[in-house]
């Protein structure tokens, strides 16, 4: 598949904009590489940071504060981002994106994965009709005949759902198809679902002290070639209620991360499996932040283990 983007940036100056410690995105005598990373199905390549759109971001997009979502999502294109992962259910963010993207003309620049879910997530049955029409609002809310990735979302009534995704899929509507889920109950049968259906994506929760991915869907997703969405990667407002009034430390310069957020974030991408990291936010500087994550080294094995230790230890 070719991506619908004509490049994306390569390297990022030290120095660049926005009213931050430059210390805080990278350490200002460097010039550090955009991180990508290829989705198992096609080979296209991703930046590993992206940009969620569920918590504060979806509370900002309830508001008449709108510009302050048109300042993040300029930030992520202009960092080198791309990717931007919504849903319906995340209040009015799928559709204030939409606007904003076209106003900025930045609709074509950005990989757009949304979800489809009308089934509940109870193990609730779906009305094919009502999830075609979930789906059809997405597209028009995006604004784009194509959306790269739809994913059923937290397994609701998979066989229902992700077959209508495959006929979109065949049909080249969208892009890639997969399935999400952040609940641990949910965990047995995603590693089923990941067994037997032919999926480009997952979306799943992992972060620095939430380890249960590892034992088996990150090992599943790489041999069966599924590319991986990491929500949560700041276990939500978990790991920062941690790290409250401490210092990242020292050691964190070896692989250039200069804040908690670079921390956390490349913990989790350096993980092989994982393609990109989507944390939700609704300002700017947090999201230029969030880019660094997304530059020059990543933590070995090694230092992820010392990673892991050093926030049990806090």
């Known amino acids: 598949m070719i991506s619908r983007r004509d490049y994306l940036k390569l390297t990022l100056a030290a120095g660049a904009t926005l009213a931050l410690n430059p210390g805080m995105l990278w350490a200002e005598d460097k010039q550090l590489e955009l991180i990508t990373r290829a989705i198992p199905s096609s080979g296209e390549r991703l930046p590993v940071v992206g940009l969620g759109s569920s918590a504060t971001f979806a509370s900002v997009s309830r508001s008449d504060d709108r510009n302050a979502l048109r300042n993040v999502l300029k930030t992520l294109v202009e960092k080198g981002g791309n990717v931007f992962d919504t849903a319906p259910s995340y209040g009015a963010s799928e559709a204030v994106a939409g606007q904003i993207a076209e106003e900025l003309n930045i609709t074509d620049d950005l990989f757009w994965a949304t979800k489809v879910n009308v089934a509940g997530w109870g193990g609730g049955k779906a009305n094919p009709d009502t999830a075609r029409e979930q789906i059809e609002t997405s597209f028009r809310r995006i604004g784009t005949p194509v959306i790269d990735l739809i994913q059923v979302h937290n397994l609701g009534d998979v066989p229902t759902q992700l077959g209508i995704l495959k006929e979109m899929r065949e049909e080249q509507r969208v892009r890639y198809i997969g399935v999400t889920t952040t609940f641990p109950r949910q965990y047995e049968s995603l590693e089923s ?11 799943i929760d992992y972060a620095v002290d939430n380890l249960t991915m590892e034992q088996r869907i ?12 990491v929500y949560a990667p700041f276990g ?11 210092d990242v430390p020292t050691w964190a310069a070896e692989f250039d991360a200069y804040s908690w957020g670079q921390f956390f974030l490349k913990f ?25 994550a997304a530059m020059g080294a990543l933590p070995d094995e090694e230092m992820r283990q010392r990673m892991i230790h050093h926030i049990a230890g806090l």
């Open 218 to 229: 990150l090992p599943l997703a790489r041999e069966k070639g599924i590319g991986v969405l």
């Open 268 to 292: 989790v991408v350096a993980h092989p499996a994982v393609t990109t990291a989507t944390p939700a936010t609704s300002k700017a500087r947090h999201m230029a932040d969030n880019m660094g």
């Open 193 to 203: 679902i990941m067994a037997r259906e032919p999926l480009d994506f997952i979306g």
């Open 236 to 246: 939500r407002t978990r790991l920062w209620d941690k790290v409250k009034g401490k």
